[in-house]
């Protein structure tokens, strides 16, 4: 079993930042790509930031310079760094990984999501 947990989120106002954090745990061999998605009211999921093992990164045009992913290997752990907020940041926030639990089987999962608002 396999579980991704999330932490961080919560309330803060416009221009400020805010930390997630996605600590992924469980049977896991190794862990391919990892990334953030929002879903925000009324709207469909969209990636927000994508990185690779190797540690390439790609996000939304609507975070570039205000966001950062970054992922601790040795911890089985991704992050996003969001300065800047916006009210229009405000959504539930979802970790997903890539993540293969024996040489034949691999999967993808998601985490719980963990709510970020932004107020005007």
């Known amino acids: 079993q396999v579980q991704l947990v999330e932490s961080g989120g919560g309330l803060v106002q416009a221009g400020g930042s805010l930390k997630l954090s996605c600590a992924a745990s469980?049977?896991?061999?190794?862990?391919?790509?990892m990334g953030w998605y929002r879903q925000a009211p009324g709207k469909e999921r969209e990636l927000v930031a994508h990185?690779?093992?190797?540690?390439?990164?790609n996000y939304a045009d609507s975070v570039k310079g205000r966001f950062t992913i970054s992922r601790d290997n040795a911890k089985n752990t991704v992050y996003l760094q969001m300065n800047s907020l916006k009210p229009e940041d405000t959504a539930v926030y979802y970790c997903n990984a890539d993540i293969r639990i024996s040489t034949f089987f691999k999967n993808d999962y998601w985490g719980q999501g963990t709510q970020v608002t932004v107020s005007s």
């Open positions: 990185i690779t093992s190797g540690g390439s990164t």
């Open positions: 469980g049977r896991i061999l190794s862990i391919n790509a």
